[in-house]
């Protein structure tokens, strides 16, 4: 049926290089989704069809069968009262019934070999589906991790090690420039609040004592 061509075609396409084609491959696996299960449900209701049928013509066996039965006994007790023309009359319907009935049952068998190899179409459709579904699942996680990597790639400036040195270098030369300018600072802050006039007389009291006793010395070694 013309609705199942899609499974000769799904099963021989090559999906990926028709994916790599498009612009939107999320949204054209979603698409195909769409459209098998439209099939499916397409399916299901023909299949729900081709069973009523296959009931209607068992039904209509049934029927013919008890209808074949009863005239041949009807015909069997018109020949047991000697009425030969109306047992002939119930033979005739009989054998009407009996053809009828073959037609029915050649229909019967014929609907249920359809039906069978439908149910059969059907199911391959459904693991089609079910397979792509989980296709569906896999690609959209690699797509999702591709597209992030590409964004990664395209928003982060990559440094070569000549550029770390340089802004380490550069880094390193500011905190000594830092230091210096907080050693200045904390040398006129002391400055400022020592008087350090008030120890000169003794620093040069005990340089003159110092050098006296030196020349004393030298003196003493001489004589």
């Known amino acids: 049926m013309g609705i199942f061509k899609r499974i000769k075609d799904m099963a021989s396409a090559d999906i990926h290089n028709r994916l790599n084609k498009i612009e939107d491959p999320i949204g054209m696996m979603k698409h195909y989704l769409s459209e098998l299960e439209k099939d499916i449900q397409q399916g ?35 020949i047991s009262q000697n009425e030969d023309d109306m047992a002939k009359m119930f033979i005739e319907e009989k054998i009407n019934q009996e053809n009828r009935l073959a037609f029915y049952q050649t229909q019967l068998d014929s609907v249920k070999k359809q039906t069978e190899v439908f149910m059969q179409q059907l199911e391959r459709l459904k ?24 964004h990664f790639d395209q928003s982060v400036t990559p440094l ?8 380490f270098s550069r880094a ?25 006039t008030k ?19 030298g003196l003493a070694k001489k004589a």
């Open 160 to 167: 070569n090690p000549d550029n770390a040195l340089k802004g």
């Open 172 to 196: 390193e030369d500011k905190i000594l420039e830092m230091e210096a300018k907080a050693s200045v600072h904390h040398y006129f802050i002391t400055s400022a609040t020592v008087d350090h």
């Open 127 to 150: 693991e089609k589906y079910e397979e792509l579904t989980n296709r569906k699942l896999t690609l959209i996680s690699r797509a999702a991790a591709a597209k992030a990597s590409s």
């Open 44 to 78: 299901k209701n023909t299949l729900s069809q081709q069973l009523f049928v296959v009931k209607k013509y068992e039904a209509l066996i049934a029927e013919t069968n008890e209808t074949i039965d009863k005239r041949a006994n009807q015909a069997e007790l018109a």
């Open 199 to 217: 120890n000169l007389p003794s620093l040069l009291n005990a340089q003159v004592e110092t050098e006296l006793a030196k020349l004393k010395e």
